[in-house]
């Protein structure tokens, strides 16, 4: 298994085209009207830190991955029938992949619902069989925009809050806050490597940072450590191999974020979309370094707590 654990980039999503988009798009508002001010909910966390956590989905209990990256709710085409309607395509970590469009009865995550729709589907079953468990789709940033989502990894439970409706902020203070600027639907902040500043996106789930390969480039090499030469699996099935680095320092805030994983490789797909423009992705190794994290979509700030 610790050899698998070494092999992951999870999905990520920069945009989508055709019929595909239309589903996602046409959800924003519906998962608004049913949404509850507050939740908590257990999750199921993988090796390389992914939360899985449990919707009701057609009537059934099923098990879908937490991933920011992803523009909205997106299913397994490998569990369900696409309508005749199937055109458009996703940019992920390892390249592109074709996009589907399934119709769905009803979803329900903790009051987040919606019933008879459509949204996208990709092919994921490469996926499943590298992180070691079956999934039935992505929770995406659609699902959780109008919320302050909160990671305890220590935990294991996530929680989601309107603004106010709870005791963080309020009575317990974070340690850390980072604000961020949206790129189509991308949390973006700055950080700094060596005497370099770059825009780096969050991502649930990115198992590894990321760093393109051109930012890379402009890094001294006293400033992180070579591990080794790893796979790259994403939304599509091409695999390419690409670095594994530790990077020594990364400064986020003023704050020190020493010995992080990251990969490199080329991210020229992902920005070549006109809404995004970035130097990399931060995923679990950044999200978990202090066990509990918390996104806020409406204040646009990243918070770390005790």
Known sequence: MKNICGLLLIVFISHCTGKAQHGQMNQDDAFSKTAPEKFTTKFE?????????????????????LDTGAPGLILNSSYFKASEETSGQVAGASGHAQAQQVSVKSFNWNGIQRTDFNTMALELSHLEKRIGRKFKGLIGMRQVKDYELMIDYEKGELTLFKKNKSQYHQSIKPTLAIPFELQAHIPVIKIKIGNHTYDFGIDTGAAFNLIDASAFDQISAQAYQFDKNVPLH???????????????????????????????????????????????????????????????????KIYFWK
């Open 45 to 65: 966390k993988s090796s390389l830190g992914f939360i899985f956590t449990q919707v009701i989905l057609n009537g059934k209990k099923e098990w879908f991955l």
């Open 234 to 300: 994403g939304a599509d099935k091409n695999v390419p191999q690409v670095k594994q680095i530790t990077m020594k320092d990364t400064k986020v805030a003023g704050q020190s974020f020493k010995k992080m994983t990251y990969l490199v490789n080329s991210i020229a797909h992902l920005n070549a979309s006109p809404a995004i423009n970035i130097g990399g992705l931060l995923g679990v190794p950044f999200l978990s370094y202090k066990q509990k994290v918390s996104i806020s979509f409406t204040d646009h």
